[in-house]
């Protein structure tokens, strides 16, 4: 394997990943405070 090709891949993946959870992690807490605004 080509590590020089292989270690840009990974780290968009890498980062892609880490963005869904961030993502994902900020909706879970927006819909909660909404709920306990009320």
């Known amino acids: 394997m080509n590590t020089v090709s292989f270690l840009p891949k990974f780290l968009a993946l890498k980062l892609k990943i880490s963005?869904?959870?961030?993502?994902l992690f900020m909706a879970i807490i927006i819909e909660y405070y909404k709920n306990n605004w009320r």
């Open 19 to 23: 963005a869904e959870f961030t993502a």
